[in-house]
């Protein structure tokens, strides 16, 4: 009996998400009183799977090659590495590649899934989770009551934990059919910060008035070193690029500080966005929904709070 967790790489290289991954899924590991078995899969440096040792991982496990970006042959090589370990727990981030794979993994492994969590499970036995419902207004406790259970973590949402431990490295040999999805171009966003790595997210809606506006979320943006975002009717109006999208049917988020700019606050929105640790809320309109879930608030013209708000954080920086 041990615990797997999935860690993604970029590139050969781990990102904040994977060590928070890692921490996480060592302390279910913990309560579990078992240990905690990474899973990485493409060419990594042992260098940096090593990496993985002191956020509470003892075991490593790698799969070198695979980069067929296959979720079916993702999920084969994790419902393969389970069962020659004895998991009865995997974990995996929930991201759009965890959410691909979950519910693959689910019906290889007959495992009950528990989508989306934020926090430690309340008990192993019965083994149950609590989750967001009804687009977060309220919170579930779900027992899952297979042998197997796949959790999925939502991003930002649990502390990373550094233990100083160190892990085994051994490699994996998994038998995989031939990927049925062909890769023939790669084109990767760069220069600006991505919002699914971002700490800070400024984000712009409708009450910027026009595309002619949103110098004001970018220059704030560059000063706190934040990724850019918007509404759904923002990129609707094709003001900004759908990638740029947060809410229910956008990305959603929890960065640690999220501006939101203009934006009336509807329901699907905060949805995408509710986890975020600090909500400030700036509008013109003192009845908007947004200020009702916003830490923070100012009523006033974003055209004129925004460039002031740019400067005074400019001088603070000169001091």
Known sequence: MSVLVYTENWDGVFKKLSFELVSYAAKVAEMMGTSLTAVSIGDVADVELNKL???GASKIVKIEGNTALDNQVYTSILAQVANAEGATVVVISHNNTGKAIAPRLSVKLKAAVGAGLIKLPVSTEPFTVSKKVFSG?????VVLK???KIL???????EVIETGGSATIESFSAEVGEAKTIVKDV????GKILLSDAEIVVSGGRGLKSADNWGVIEDLADLL???????RPVSDEGWRPHEEHTGQ??????PNLYFAVGISGAIQHMAGISSSKCIVAINNDADAPVFENADYGIVGDALKVLPALSEAIKEAKNK
């Not at 070193?225 to 509404?231: E, F, H, I, L």
């Not at 049917?249 to 929890?254: D, E, N, P, R």
């Open 225 to 231: 070193g934040a990724a850019t975002a918007c509404s």
């Open 146 to 148: 297979t042998d197997m």
């Open 152 to 158: 999925t973590l939502s991003q930002n949402s649990f």
């Open 249 to 254: 049917t956008g990305k959603i988020i929890a």
């Open 187 to 190: 084109q990767k966003q760069t």
């Open 53 to 55: 040792g002191a956020y």
């Open 137 to 141: 207004k309220a919170a579930a406790n």
